[in-house]
């Protein structure tokens, strides 16, 4: 993955990317392309990774206060919640927007 990001980086420029402290995110084995600089979250701080707000909105309007029969209907909802949010591009937009981001 960090591979096909380097490549998408222009030339002479570098990316950094934010990521959450995973393990596999910090892997010493990792292969970190030497145009791209890994900056971990601070531990528990999921108002600063967009993602998570992600997952809250789609539990927030579409899973929560359901009772599941199985797995295949927790993966159907899942599904079903995804894909009304990926058709909402403006939703995911708002969703992850950081006006921080945006003052450099």
Same mark, same amino acid.
């Given at each position: 993955? !960090?591979?096909?990001?380097?490549?998408?980086?222009?030339?002479?420029?570098?990316?950094?990317? !934010?990521?959450?402290?995973? +393990?596999?995110?910090?892997?010493?084995? !990792?292969?970190?392309?030497?145009?791209?600089?890994?900056? &971990? !979250?601070?531990?528990?701080? &999921?108002?600063?990774?967009?993602?998570?707000?992600?997952?809250?909105?789609?539990?927030?309007?579409?899973?929560?206060?359901? @009772?599941?029969?199985?797995?295949?209907?927790?993966?159907?909802?899942?599904?079903?919640?995804?894909?009304?949010? @990926?058709?909402? &591009?403006?939703?995911?937009?708002?969703? +992850?927007?950081?006006?921080?981001?945006?003052?450099?």
């Amino acid at each position: 993955h !960090l591979a096909e990001i380097a490549a998408a980086v222009a030339p002479n420029a570098h990316a950094v990317l !934010l990521l959450d402290q995973a +393990g596999w995110h910090l892997s010493d084995r !990792l292969e970190v392309p030497p145009n791209i600089t890994l900056v &971990p !979250l601070p531990p528990k701080c &999921p108002e600063l990774n967009p993602v998570e707000n992600t997952w809250q909105f789609l539990r927030d309007n579409w899973l929560s206060n359901r @009772v599941f029969h199985c797995y295949d209907d927790i993966v159907d909802h899942c599904c079903r919640a995804w894909n009304r949010l @990926v058709e909402q &591009p403006w939703t995911i937009m708002s969703i +992850g927007l950081r006006d921080w981001a945006h003052r450099f």
